[in-house]
């Protein structure tokens, strides 16, 4: 009876019910970082079935922002040498980011004739490429979008001639980069869509032309700058940024705004706050229905907001928010900063020391959150392996990364 009495709790801990799937899911649905959801799926098989589910990785991808991983850049003049920088310890990425290198292609070899193309941007996993042939040529051609970690691409088709401006003689042009932008309402659910913005300028005339991946066709929109003879000849001045889902210009003091969601791609612009450096400003989104504008200063970086609406920016004036004060560095100067690539999430922030002796005098690279304004240190290169343009790079990581083409 004794021996009875002692295996009542093991044969009771053996009936207890397992959970059904759908409990599963709404508990990891509530983990919040993609790392606490890979010990999950460790766990044991029942876990790792309900994790790896397509279904449970697009809830899961729509509830939570991807992971910053690290960025794409160039080291050298050669194409050979983009590369990715993986986010590094104390990062809360940087495991993430080491199997992501593990995993991913970044030297595109999956791509035919793979050493002639260009990395001009990245968004949302994918990488958008051009032939070395468009920044010889201006020509709207020979661009690729690819997904590096799945080994997979798309041609996109050039612009039709149609919608090219006529009489207007190539070398009176200026083409700018091309960019990926937010699929915006044409998204799919599978989040496999993506648009490109291609932008050209001649005289006073700003051009847009936008692809959407959902119907593989270009729109086109432009603009007519008021008050001067000409847009300035070069990229510099064309820093683009997202925000409630507009993509913007600044050019000198002024913001030109395209809104690709509506029917005729609708076209504002407005002026930034007095003695405002476009090279040194920011748009992003401040909350509440309200669009910021960050400015780097010495040392520090203010917030600046207005009303954002329907119908683009209201009346009133720019108005102070509040200052970020940047960290010193290990003498207690402040650094030399520079605003680079932003994202809609990210605002990437290149850090120097004001006096270096050599070559090997470590340049940091920081993100601001622009919903939390918290700073956090992503990687440390030296000076003569610096990378003055980043791609911030943003994905979940192997095994809950699925394909973006």
């Known amino acids: ?15 207890q019910p397992v959970f059904p799937d759908e409990i599963l899911e709404e508990i990891f649905l509530r983990l919040e970082a993609a790392a606490d959801l ?49 986010a590094e310890p104390p990062h809360r990425s940087a495991s993430a980011a080491r199997a992501l290198v593990r995993a991913a292609d970044f030297t595109f070899s999956f791509l035919p004739e793979p050493y002639i193309w260009i990395l001009v941007s990245v968004r949302d996993g994918r990488v958008l490429l051009v032939s070395k042939r468009i920044l010889d040529s201006n020509l709207f051609q020979d661009v690729v979008v690819c997904d590096p970690l799945h080994r997979r691409y798309v041609m996109i ?11 207007v003689p190539q070398y009176r042009m200026k083409a700018l980069i091309p960019f990926l932008a937010p699929a915006g309402k044409d998204g799919d659910e599978e989040g496999s869509s993506f648009r490109i913005v291609s932008t050209l300028l001649f005289r006073n ?10 119907n593989q066709k270009w729109r086109r929109r432009s603009i007519t ?25 600044i050019v000198d003091s002024v913001c030109y705004s395209l809104m690709p969601d509506t029917l005729e791609m609708k076209f504002i612009s407005f002026d930034l706050p007095p003695n405002s450096d476009g090279l040194k400003c920011a748009i992003v989104e401040a909350g ?29 004036d720019w108005h102070y928010d509040k200052t970020i004060h940047l960290p010193k560095d290990c003498d207690g100067a402040n650094y030399h900063w520079r605003i680079l690539d932003a994202s809609e999430r990210y605002l990437p922030l290149l850090a120097i020391r004001r006096v270096y002796h050599d070559f090997r005098t470590p340049v940091l690279y920081f993100v601001l959150d622009l919903k939390t304004l918290l700073l956090e240190r992503l990687c440390t290169l030296t000076a003569d392996n610096r990378v003055s343009r980043v791609h911030l790079y943003a994905s979940f990581p192997p095994p809950f990364a699925v394909p973006s083409i």
């Not at 009876?1 to 009936?15: F, K, S, T, V």
């Open 157 to 167: 088709p050039p612009i039709p001639d149609d919608l090219a401006p006529a009489s």
């Open 1 to 15: 009876m004794a021996a009875a009495a002692r295996q009542i709790p093991i044969a009771a801990a053996a009936a």
């Open 288 to 316: 509440e229905g309200r669009l910021g504008l960050l400015t780097l200063g010495d040392g520090s970086i203010d917030r600046f907001s207005k009303i954002w609406g329907n119908n683009g920016v209201g009346a009133e």
């Open 38 to 86: 890979a010990r999950a799926s460790a766990a044991c098989p029942s876990f790792r079935r309900v994790v790896s589910a397509r279904r449970f990785l697009r809830l899961f991808r729509s509830l939570h922002p991807a992971p910053l991983l690290g960025f794409l850049g160039r080291m050298g003049r050669s194409i050979r040498d983009d590369r990715f920088f993986p």
């Open 205 to 214: 005339k700003f051009i847009a032309f936008v692809f959407s991946s959902c």
């Open 225 to 249: 700058r008021v008050g001067s003879s000409s847009f300035p000849f070069g990229s510099r001045g064309f820093t683009h940024f997202y925000a409630h889902g507009c993509i913007h210009w």
